[in-house]
Each structure stands twice: as C-alpha cells, then as structure tokens.
C-alpha cells in the first residue's frame, strides 16, 4: 500500500488549475490514487472481455485489437437505449453549479474531479463521432479523438467518482453525471479495464451468492455464532432459521455486516430486534448478499447479480422481503429490480405483522427498508427502549448517498435515533440530508491502494464530523450502509481521532429491553453499558 501523506500535508490542497488545457494534461497514475486492475481470475467466472494480467500504471495496457470501434459501437448503444445519457451529453451549459460540489475535487483540487468536466470527458468524443456539429468543427466545438489515452483518462476519472449524485442535486438542468460514469464504466468493462476491488467482488457473488465468497455452510456458522455472541451479553438466546420454507419474510442483509466490525454489532442488532418482536423470518444462505457490485460494472451485471432475491422469494414461499442497512443496495432495489427481474406478483405488499402497517411505497420492489420497518415499530410503542443505555454515545448521522438521494431516507433513521439514545447532534445543513458528502469510498473504491485518494474523498464529510465533535463533543458517526461502516472507521482515525462508527440498529440494540433478559452491564461490543457501572458497584460494597 502506498504511503498516505500526513493529514496536515494532505489538507494543503491545491486548487489552482495545471498551466496547460485540460485535453493537454496527462493522467498520472501515482501510486494511492489509482486502484488495481482486474485480474484475469476474477473476470473469467462471469465471461467478462479482455482477461489479463495489466497494471494501469503499465504503457501498454494490453487493449483487444478492435478496442475502439468496441468502445464506440458500445456508445451508440447506448445513446439509442438510454435518454437519458443522450441528453445529458448534449444540454450541459457549463454553468459551473456543480464544479464545486464533489468531494473528490474539493479533496483533491483536480479540476478533471469537477463533475462538468468529469462528464466532458466523454462528451468530447460524444461530439467527435456523434455530433454533427462536432464532426464539422472538431476540436473548436470541444470535440476529440478516442484514443489510448483517453481511455486512460476515463479509467482514472470514472474510478474516481462514487456515483453519489451529489452534484445532480445543485444542476439546475438535472444532469446527473453518476449515470454518466456508469456508463463511462460499463464501456470500460467492454474492453476489459475493470478494477480488480470490484471484479473480485462480483466473480464472488457470481459463485456463492456474496460478494466475499462465504459458502452457505459458513455463512450459517458465522451467523450462529452471533448468536452466542447475543446470549452472552444479554441472556437471550435467539433463533434464527436458514432456508425455511413457509417463513412469512425473507431477510436479506449485506455480507459486510456477517463479516467485519462494526457491522456485526448492527447484525446482531437485527437478530435481538427481531427475535423481540417474534418476527416470522428467515435467512437465504443463497441470497446472502444485499449490496450488488454489478451496480458498479454493468447494467447486465446488476441484474444478474440481483436475480438471487426474488429467485429465493419465490423458492421459499414468503410474502415479502425485508432488508438490512445498506446504501447501494438500495439504489439497485429500489430503482430498478422491479422491472428488471420482476415483476414479483407472487409476493404480497409488505405489511409488518406486528403493528399492521402496509408499506404502500414497496408496492412495486415487495421489500421494505428496515429503516422505515423499525421507526413504524417504535412510532406504535412496540419496543421496550432505555436510550440512557447509549448514554456514553454522543452520536451524529451521516446520510448515506443512495438511501438518501435515491430513495429519500431522510426521516426514519433521525427517528429512531432520536427514540434510542439522548445525545444526537445533526451536521451542518449543506452536508445533510439530500446534500450529503459521500463517504469518499462508494461505489466500490473501498481498496486499500487507493487509501491517499479516499482520504481526499472523504475530506469533506470529516470535517463536517468534525465540527460536531468539536461543538458537541460527538463520539459516534451513525450511519445505514455497509460501505460506510467499512469506510469510515480508517477515515475517522485519519482525520477526527476519537469518533467511532456505528449502525443504527447497533443503538437498537443497547437500548432494546428484551424480555427475560439478564442483568445487561455491556454492550454488544463488551463495552460498559451506562447505568450499570453503578449498579454493579453498589452489588460490591453489599
Ligand atoms: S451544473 Fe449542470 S449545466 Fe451546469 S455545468 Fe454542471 S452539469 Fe453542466
Ligand atoms: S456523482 Fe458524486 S463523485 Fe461523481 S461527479 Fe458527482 S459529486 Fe462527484
């Protein structure tokens, strides 16, 4: 891993552009600012073009003899599918409103991390081969020629936004450069220049149904072991089931919440939440994976990864699906699984067996965000909850970039954090809610050779942290998406020491009394639950 500069040095950002015109200024691939290439093995499983080994920071990138007439056929394919991605490469003003907006030019200074220029990247050679106007006047009518390096540029760039829509949000025209680099990625991938963080993800989802390529046997152990895990902090034994058939709900989870910290502590959450409530669910060691990779690749890709989630839906007989904490998740089930793989008539509209509630807004997806699940519970006083358990917490919210702007998530989770813990302090408005910073690593960007531009990336959500913790003495960053919690934790360390991450269902959690449970002193982390320090200190002195 490349050495990350010290955050002092990486604070001093240079935002004066480079003395020659953009289409002369080279990309450098610089170690830390790049991710790696795709390695053959992880592109063979899925029949994807072009497997190598390659280093983008090679001369020679080892491109198919007829990579460019792919490129450009792949384009007009495009353009005649996707409206969208026509008229957004012909009615940008060069207004600027957005120029600013995006973490990875505010973190980096480069001005190819604006998002207007992000975009004219690929609008150069759209006016080179498809314009009329382009065609005549070439490079007076912005236009240019698809070459090599080019495409050098489109894989640094485009792997350098997180398709967060962040700057969608200030165009005045509705551009949404995210769906730009989708396209400027799935081209990519035509002619084999994916990164391999993404690549490894999908082959392993492709294979066992989860991006990290857990086997259903493990994915059961790993689960049953948190439950061991919950009976030692609070003297419940919960019992989850695996492929039931005949279960009311389906839940799905993303795999990062089985596998690493933080997010096992908002997978055990759901487990006690659950098992509070009585609910009727079950686990797919099939569909064992939420978030979707594809989304970063293909629109091809997505939809074959999502198809598992309905595909199990209908195998195991439930009514709906319920699903965890995630961001681009989100994005895929809420945007488009219905009509790409359903749509699912045979599942009914959510509607919670415990309070009644029909989630009319999932009519179409049939699957509910746990978000709205929980905030419904709580709203009908069906939880037992002691916020002062979250006491020792001093937390603020981050808006993860999908569930708030692809499905305006904004309420739920600040209600529920508001029912389990007494201490939470909202950012500054112009990085909440639908204006929030990327986490700095989305779209999966989370590799750890790009640690130096993930930093830069995820400087303005930091210092918008950071403001709390100085004002409010905030020591919790909440958030609902696996990324982030994967995220965030290295990106805290970096720039605001002393600020931990968590999900929200973690605070669930601690704050959940649940029936017939013992005397809890800790919490899911084996950390001092507040209030029972004196208790126990008080046992003592008897
Ligand atoms: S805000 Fe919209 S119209 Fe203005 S420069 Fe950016 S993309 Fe173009
Ligand atoms: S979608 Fe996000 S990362 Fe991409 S250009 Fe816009 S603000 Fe930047």
């Not at 390659?54 to 005649?80: C, F, I, S, Y």
């Not at 895990?229 to 419940?236: C, D, L, S």
């Amino acid at each position: 891993m490349a050495k990350v500069p010290k955050p002092d040095e990486l604070a001093q950002i240079e935002h004066r552009p480079p003395e020659s015109p953009w289409t002369e200024t080279p990309v450098e691939f610089r170690p830390g600012t790049y991710c790696y290439g795709a390695k053959p093995q992880n592109i063979e499983p899925v029949d994807m073009p072009n497997p190598r080994d390659w280093n983008p920071a090679d001369e020679d990138w080892k491109l198919p003899e007829n990579w460019k007439q792919t490129v450009l056929d792949g384009m007009k394919l495009r353009l005649n599918r996707f409206r969208s991605f026509k008229l957004f490469m012909d009615i940008c003003v060069r207004c600027g409103a957005c120029a600013d907006k995006c973490h990875y030019f505010i973190g980096s200074g480069d001005p190819k991390n604006m998002p207007v220029l992000r975009a004219e990247l690929m609008r150069s050679v759209y006016r080179n081969d498809f314009s009329t106007f382009g065609k005549m006047l070439k490079k007076y009518a912005g236009a240019r020629e698809l070459t090599e390096d080019v495409i050098k540029e489109w894989f640094y760039y485009y792997f350098q936004c997180t398709e967060c829509r962040r700057c969608s949000v200030f165009c005045p025209y509705g551009i949404d450069t995210a769906e730009i680099t989708i396209i400027g990625r799935e081209l990519l991938n035509e002619i084999g220049c994916q990164i391999d963080w993404i690549a490894g993800a999908v082959a392993n989802c492709y294979r066992t149904g989860n991006h990290l390529g857990i086997q259903p046997h493990a994915f059961r152990d790993m689960i049953e072991f948190f439950v061991d895990e919950i009976e030692e902090v609070t003297g419940v034994r919960v019992e989850p089931t695996f492929n039931r058939k005949g279960a009311e709900i389906l839940f799905i989870t993303p795999s990062g919440d089985v596998f690493a910290d933080p997010g096992t502590y908002t997978l055990m959450g759901y487990m006690m939440l659950f098992h509070e409530i009585g609910l009727d669910y079950t686990w797919s060691t099939y569909a064992s994976e939420g978030g979707n990779f594809g989304l970063f690749t293909s629109h091809e890709m997505m939809k074959r990864l999502n198809a598992k989630m309905y595909a199990e839906a209908k195998r195991l007989g439930v009514k709906w699906i319920l699903g965890g904490e995630c961001g681009h998740m989100w994005r895929v089930i809420n945007q488009y699984m219905d009509t790409m793989n359903g749509p699912a008539d045979f599942l009914e509209v959510p509607k919670s067996p415990i309070t009644g509630t029909v989630f009319e807004n999932a009519r179409s997806t049939k699957m509910t965000h746990i978000v709205e699940f929980t905030a419904d519970l709580i709203r009908h006083g069906k939880l037992n909850l002691d916020p002062s358990r979250n006491d020792n917490k001093i937390v603020t919210f981050h808006d993860s970039c999908n569930p708030a702007r692809a499905m305006g998530i904004l309420e739920e989770p600040r209600y529920i954090l508001r029912n389990v813990c007494n201490h939470f302090y909202e950012m500054p408005e112009n990085t909440i809610r639908e204006r929030t910073f990327c986490c700095g690593a989305g779209t999966g960007l989370n590799t750890d050779e790009y640690m130096e531009m993930r930093m830069r990336g995820g400087l303005p959500r930091a210092n918008a942290v950071k403001y709390v913790h100085d004002k409010f003495g905030v020591n919790m960053l909440a958030n609902i998406c696996a990324i982030d919690r994967a995220v965030f934790p290295p990106l805290m360390d970096y720039w605001v020491p002393g600020v931990d991450v968590t999900g929200i269902h973690e605070l669930v959690a601690n704050a959940l009394i649940m029936k017939g449970e013992k005397k809890r002193t800790t919490d899911l982390r084996y950390e001092p639950l507040p209030g029972m320090e004196e208790e126990e200190e008080e046992e003592e002195d008897v």
